[in-house]
């Protein structure tokens, strides 16, 4: 969290203590009432932002019944805190951040830290086969929020959405007036049966169309509409997606227009 360079492990008592005092200091000082605020789909970016828990856990969708874990790794998490897809490729959890936990944020190019005055409980997707790499498929962080959302906010007519993930950005461009049409492409025909049956009650707008498919090629090359948003990179921003000549604007992950 602070990022001070030293090593736990060359720690002498006293800068492990200090350390600690540090943390303490910082959430007593960010956590205090007037400094925090609530959360909303249109709240303000900044690098520092202090949340109220409720507030945030109000607008998270929660896709399956599971038990919540506070295991750190999914190697770690107990066969009862998941919930698989039928050929056992995806994983589907819930996890407790406690209160005081720091999570990063970006905003284009700028990063930010939230912190939340209670324990939140975040849905996360992950694929089994990488699960070893600890880092989720997706989660439903406010990090995600704002990356996502630069994006949603392009969607009118008709939008081809990218990369199913989690659905949160599915299930945006659905409630927006200013949408008659989806469609969705998505690798993954696994992670299609897995997720988008649980989606259906969120949903403004029902699916119009469903391609299972390499977003690469498919957008591209069978797509026409008025917008495609494209979620479908491993990395954060500098995305490289081919030329679509039948779509009015291309938005992806990473991109402010």
Known sequence: MFGFGFSEFLM?????????????ESV????????????????????????SAKSYQAHVRHLFEVKPT??????QIPKNSRVYSRDKQWF???????RGFCLETLCGRKRGTV????????????EEARSWTNQPWMSLTPMEMFTLRAGTRFAKGHVVVAGLGLGHQLVEVSLR??????????RSDSLVNFILPQ??????????AVIVGDARKVVPESCVADVALVDIFSGYGGNDFPKCPNIGHVWCWGSSG
């Open 12 to 24: 002498t008592d006293k800068q492990r203590e200090w350390l600690d005092r540090q943390h303490r």
């Open 199 to 208: 989606l259906k009650r969120f949903l403004g707008h029902p699916i119009d």
């Open 92 to 98: 589907y959890c819930e996890r407790v951040f406690p």
């Open 70 to 75: 506070t295991a750190v790794s999914p190697r």
């Open 177 to 186: 007036k200013q949408v008659r049409r989806i469609t969705l492409v998505e």
């Open 115 to 126: 912190m939340f005055d209670d324990d939140v409980i975040i849905p996360s997707l992950h």
């Open 28 to 51: 007593a000082r960010r956590l205090a009432p007037s400094n925090l605020v609530e959360w909303s789909p249109d709240l303000k970016w900044a690098p520092e932002l202090n949340l």
